[in-house]
C-alpha cells in the first residue's frame, strides 16, 4: 500500500519525533509568536525541547521564547534567506534540528471578484503556501543531518474541503496539503516524517472580523488547546503523509482520502 492510498500511508520514519521523548530535541515553529504556534513552543518546552520561534512580531517572539527558555528569531516566511538563517541558529544554538512546525500563517481576506486585491492575494500565497515551502527546504538538510525529523506543517480544513467563502486561501492551504502528501514517501527513507496538521476555526488572531459572524451561526470556535492536543497526538502516529483533522465534537484522526482512479489499458 502506497501514501496516496489511505490516510494512513506509510509507517513512520525511524528518525520520527514522538511526543514521549521530546527531551533533548530541538524544534523549530514558524509564527511562534502568539497562538497555535506559540502554544505548541510551550507545550514541546514543557516536554523537555529546546525550541527556536520565528516570527516578523520580534516583541512576542522574544517572550514566547522567555517563557519556553528557548530563543526567538525575526522571520519573514516569504522570504528563504529568513527560513535558512532560522534553521542555521537552531544549528548554532543547539546542534541539531529535529522538528520545524512550519505554522506561520495569514487570513486572505479577498475574493476573486470586485474584492480581489493583488497585495493582499501575493501576501497570503507568500506566507501560507512559499513560508511552507522555503521551511521544508532550508529544513531537510538539517534534519537528515540528525538521522531523521519531522516536519509537520499548519494547513486546515480549508485545505481538505472547499471554501466557497475564501476561495484563495482554500487553494493556498490546498496546495500545502497536497505539498505534505508529495513530500511524504521521498523523505521517509532519510527518516523524515511528514505531516499536516488541518484545524477548522481556531480561536487564534486569524479570525479577525469573521468570528462575529461565526459566533452570530453558532458555528463552534476551537480551543487552541485542542489543537496543541491534536499536534501531539499527530507526533505519536506511525504514518507518514497524513493530514489530521481538528473539529469540534470530533476526536482528531487522519483524514481519509479515497484513493485515484489509475488509468485502464
Same mark, same amino acid.
Given at each position: ?47 523537555? %525541547?529546546? +525550541? ?7 516583541? %512576542? ?38 522538528? %520545524? *512546525? ?73 496546495? +500545502? ?10 523523505? %521517509? ?29 453558532? *458555528? ?10 491534536? *499536534? ?12 489530521? *483533522? +481538528? ?19
Amino acid at each position: 500500500m502506497t501514501q496516496n492510498d489511505t490516510a494512513g500511508g506509510a509507517a513512520a520514519p525511524s528518525g520520527a519525533v514522538r511526543p514521549d521523548r521530546l527531551a533533548g530535541k530541538v524544534a523549530l515553529i514558524t509564527g511562534g509568536a502568539n497562538g497555535i504556534g506559540a502554544a505548541v513552543a510551550r507545550r514541546l518546552a514543557a516536554g523537555g %525541547a529546546r +525550541v527556536v520561534v520565528a516570527d516578523v512580531d520580534d516583541e %512576542a517572539a522574544q517572550q514566547v521564547a522567555r517563557d519556553a527558555g528557548g530563543t526567538a528569531v525575526r522571520c519573514d516566511v516569504r522570504r528563504p534567506a529568513d527560513s535558512e538563517k532560522a534553521v542555521a541558529l537552531a544549528v548554532e544554538r543547539y546542534g541539531r534540528l529535529d522538528l %520545524a *512546525f512550519l505554522n506561520a500563517g495569514v487570513a486572505t481576506g479577498c475574493g476573486l471578484g470586485d474584492d480581489f486585491d493583488l497585495e493582499r492575494y501575493r501576501l497570503a500565497m507568500g506566507v501560507n503556501l512559499d513560508g511552507v515551502v522555503f521551511g521544508a527546504r532550508a529544513a531537510i538538510p538539517a534534519l537528515r543531518a540528525a538521522g531523521g525529523g519531522a516536519i509537520v506543517a499548519t494547513a486546515s480544513m480549508a485545505g481538505i474541503a472547499g471554501i466557497p467563502a475564501d476561495p484563495v486561501y482554500a487553494a493556498n492551504k490546498h496546495a +500545502v496539503v497536497g505539498l505534505v502528501r508529495s513530500l511524504a514517501p521521498g523523505l %521517509a527513507p532519510s527518516g523524515i516524517k511528514v505531516q499536516a496538521l488541518c484545524p477548522s476555526f481556531a480561536d487564534t488572531a486569524i479570525l479577525g472580523d469573521g468570528r462575529g459572524l461565526l459566533e452570530e451561526m453558532g *458555528f463552534p470556535i476551537l480551543p487552541v488547546s485542542a489543537v496543541v492536543d491534536a *499536534f501531539m497526538r499527530l507526533l505519536g502516529s506511525d504514518g507518514t503523509g497524513e493530514c489530521w *483533522f +481538528v473539529v469540534p465534537g470530533r476526536e482528531s484522526a487522519p483524514f481519509e482520502f479515497r484513493r485515484a482512479p489509475g488509468p485502464r489499458a
